[in-house]
T-cell receptor
């Protein structure tokens, strides 16, 4: 079975500071990993995805994530936080064995301090 | 290219009633998935439809049912509503078969059961 764990339900950083949102996955087969963002009262938007090509994945809005198999991690980072980054972020996994469904983590709420 | 649209955006139902939620998939996408997102949690997979047939189901009781139409739009029906069914219901459309395929999400329907 596949699962993802997001460490920290709430992260607060100052504007301009580094953003680091943590995600660890569990999968018995090679996973496909995703980060989604959800703004208040909206649906989910894909930030980036790992599909077994490059381990460092660049996404939209300056975000990137690195797939580390040895650590079973897929942490999301952004060098400099902007006020508009305040949102809920979800790490998710999907595999060939269960291609029909995406399994989401419980989410991390990112707050940005002026 | 139109995105995923859901209707209605909000509704309030009484416990024991039935509800139907609707979703129009993104142009060209013949696979539709439904997710339930309870307050403060990540989305949970309900089921997926491909070519008008259910193609995978999560851990939800039979009172959650669905349909997909020839134009790939879809409905989610919930019978005998319970208070715990209060959630944001998200629809996602995608191309079939590939686990690395991006799923595009609608804005969701906020269901409140009183």
């Amino acid at each position: 079975a596949q699962s993802v764990t997001q460490l920290g339900s709430h992260v607060s950083v100052s504007e301009g500071a580094l953003v680091l949102l943590r995600c660890n996955y569990s999968s018995s087969v090679p996973p496909y990993l995703f980060w989604y963002v959800q703004y208040p009262n909206q649906g989910l938007q894909l930030l980036l995805k790992y599909t077994s090509a490059a381990t460092l994945v660049k996404g939209i809005n300056g975000f990137e994530a690195e797939f580390k198999k040895s650590e079973t991690s897929f942490h999301l980072t952004k060098p400099s936080a902007h006020m508009s980054d305040a949102a809920e972020y979800f790490c998710a996994v999907r595999t060939y064995s269960s291609a029909s469904k995406i399994i989401f983590g419980s989410g991390t709420r990112l707050s940005i301090r002026p | 290219e139109t995105g995923v649209t859901q209707s209605p955006t909000h509704l309030i139902k009484t416990r024991g009633q039935q509800v139907t939620l609707r979703c129009s998939s993104q142009s060209g996408h013949n696979t539709v998935s439904w997710y339930q997102q309870a307050l403060g949690q990540g989305p949970q997979f309900i089921f997926q439809y491909y070519r008008e047939e259910e193609n995978g189901r999560g851990n939800f009781p039979p009172r959650f049912s669905g349909l997909q139409f020839p134009n790939y739009s879809s409905e989610l029906n919930v019978n005998a509503l319970e208070l715990d069914d209060s959630a944001l219901y998200l629809c996602a459309s995608s191309l079939p078969g590939q686990a690395n395929t991006e799923a595009f999400f609608g804005q969701g329907t906020r269901l409140t059961v009183v």
